[in-house]
């Protein structure tokens, strides 16, 4: 169990650095994708800094890591003192060694496990998009903005002429890498990810009566921010509809296949009676029938006797 828990933690540590280098260094060269003449598709103006967004970083960021956090903790307290004062001890997991010294409660070791489920689809989610983004190098509805080509010495006589000099542009160069950086859009896929992942933790965790419909109307209310985040996206002029649709696509498969694959629907461990039932279906003798010849088989072997 002891090398299992430090297995893991090798691995997250490894999630961390490679989101690490994706977002904060130059070790993966962005591909520079050419653009056509006055190509309508990158002439938006320019939205300005992300900081003036409708939903800018800092806010989605908080969002994203403190609400399912916030949610998630409450949501694990509830249950262990609602499994207390009903002692529904059965369903209850139970207290584990870790190591040889550490003993971990249920609600702590739960708790642990789905944020730190969470916060690796966090990460993981992050090097999709940043891998996605490298390799297709994108441009910005309002690349060519910021791009400020100068048409005259490159030659732009016609709409269809196609430029794919690194030379092209002579704006800021860091705004304009950031503009090439759009496919798949980060905020979309983020934002979806995190209502997701709760949306499917409220729904498989929550059992109270009364919240039939308190639950999908939670639920849906996340997914609504979620899309709403990404439809800003296109309305600032910052992504594309294929941009967000494709963050939409990442950030939910990764969250349901986590919910589904790794936590098992927010489940705790299978009761003891239930996997002596299943043993017990295993282990029964089998009935064995004699078996009754038919009429039609006896007329057919006399038939054959006789020829």
């Not at 060694?97 to 990460?123: E, K, S």
């Not at 009676?273 to 007329?299: A, G």
Request: hydrophobic share 45%; aromatic share 12%; with cysteine.
């Amino acid at each position: 169990l002891t090398s299992m828990l430090y297995f893991q933690m090798v691995i997250m540590a490894g999630t961390v650095m490679l989101a690490y280098y994706f977002e904060y260094t130059d070790t993966f060269t962005v591909n520079v994708q050419g653009f056509f003449c006055y190509e309508g598709a990158y002439r938006k103006p320019y939205p300005g800094p992300e900081d003036r967004s409708a939903v800018p970083p800092v806010l989605l960021y908080s969002l994203t890591a403190g609400v399912p956090v916030l949610v998630i903790i409450v949501g694990e307290t509830a249950v262990f003192c609602l499994q207390l004062a009903t002692k529904d001890f059965e369903n209850q997991e139970k207290t584990i060694l870790t190591g040889d010294c550490c003993y971990i409660n249920p609600l702590v070791r739960r708790t642990i496990r789905f944020l730190g489920i969470y916060a690796f689809g966090l990460f993981a989610t992050d090097i999709f998009v940043n891998a996605g983004q490298v390799v297709t190098g994108n441009l910005a509805p309002h690349f060519l903005a910021l791009c400020k080509p100068n048409y005259t010495a490159l030659g732009c006589k016609q709409y269809t002429q196609f430029i794919s000099s690194v030379h092209a542009c002579t704006g800021n160069p860091d705004l304009i890498m950031k503009a090439r950086k759009t496919f798949p859009s980060k905020e979309a896929a983020l934002s979806v990810y995190a209502a997701m992942y709760l949306a499917m933790y409220i729904t498989n965790t929550v059992k109270a009566r009364g919240t039939r419909l308190a639950k999908p109307v939670l639920c849906l209310g996340l997914m609504c921010l979620a899309f709403l985040t990404g439809i800003n996206r296109v309305a600032e002029y910052r992504n594309h509809w294929s941009d967000v649709i494709a963050g939409f696509v990442i950030g939910i498969s990764i969250a349901v296949f986590l919910v589904v694959c790794v936590v098992n629907n927010f489940r705790g461990r299978q009761p003891e009676h239930e996997h002596s039932h299943l043993d017990n279906l295993t282990q029964m003798p089998m009935i064995s029938i004699p078996r009754v010849e038919s009429p039609l088989e006896k007329v057919m072997s006399d038939f054959l006797k006789n020829n």
